[in-house]
T-cell receptor, first 113, second 115 residues
Framework: QKEVEQDPGPLSVPEGAIVSLNCTYSNSAFQYFMWYRQYSRKGPELLMYTYSSGNKEDGRFTAQVDKSSKYISLFIRDSQPSDSATYLC?????????????FGQGTTLQVKP | GAVVSQHPSRVICKSGTSVKIECRSL??????MFWYRQFPKQSLMLMATSNEGSKATYEQGVEKDKFLINHASLTLSTLTVTSAHPEDSSFYIC???????????FGPGTRLTVT
């Protein structure tokens, strides 16, 4: 079993829809959670950063972390065609030799005009 | 803020030659930088972690003598692919962070093609 599970999709929605992206994880030591957006042939762009449990909102994006269920979500409101990309969840315990990020497989999102 | 640059963005080299890729944090000091490679339609694969002034920590299966990493300052890390072969062709991406557990920012990536 992978440490972080993410449905690869693809997920196709009409413009204006609310998009829900999710990841589950198995390591209870994870406490730093991030969502990245990656366009084809580009580096990932940090969208949301959350420490521990709770919600965080930034414009059309809302990140939720439920540590008791080991489940994190990213919601995109009023989705736009420009949101079409691959979304990666990533998390870290912040400890160990490197505190490296563990990534999900990425979910491909297509928003149709 | 929080911009990471990479140079070059694309490079084509002949088999057997070496290629150097630079990663710079432009507006912050990065105590740690990471190097990843990514194959088409796959997630990021961590190759190594480098801390300024220290030897890099390589992930299992990554040849340290082939992928040389130098983190000479708090704003610059370099990855040198030595004696490149066609199977080294890939998308290489660096990232940088200020502190453990903090946000990690990625560069735009370098596409390496070995002919």
């Amino acid at each position: 079993q992978k440490e972080v599970e993410q449905d690869p999709g693809p997920l196709s929605v009409p413009e204006g829809a609310i998009v829900s992206l999710n990841c589950t994880y198995s390591n209870s030591a994870f406490q730093y959670f991030m969502w990245y957006r990656q366009y084809s042939r580009k580096g990932p762009e940090l969208l949301m950063y959350t420490y521990s449990s709770g919600n965080k909102e930034d414009g059309r994006f809302t990140a939720q972390v439920d540590k008791s269920s080991k489940y994190i979500s990213l919601f995109i409101r009023d989705s736009q065609p420009s949101d079409s990309a691959t979304y990666l969840c990533a998390m870290s315990s912040g400890s160990g030799n490197t505190g490296k990020l563990i990534f999900g497989q990425g979910t491909t999102l297509q928003v149709k005009p | 803020g929080a911009v990471v640059s990479q140079h070059p963005s694309r490079v084509i080299c002949k088999s057997g030659t070496s290629v150097k890729i630079e990663c710079r944090s432009l507006d912050f000091q990065a105590t740690t930088m990471f190097w990843y490679r990514q194959f088409p339609k796959q997630s990021l694969m961590l190759m190594a972690t480098s801390n300024e002034g220290s030897k890099a920590t390589y992930e299992q299966g990554v040849e340290k003598d082939k992928f040389l990493i130098n983190h000479a300052s708090l704003t610059l890390s370099t990855l040198t692919v030595t004696s490149a072969h066609p199977e080294d062709s890939s998308f290489y991406i660096c990232s940088a962070r200020v502190y453990r557990g903090g946000e990690q920012y990625f560069g735009p990536g370098t596409r390496l093609t070995v002919t």
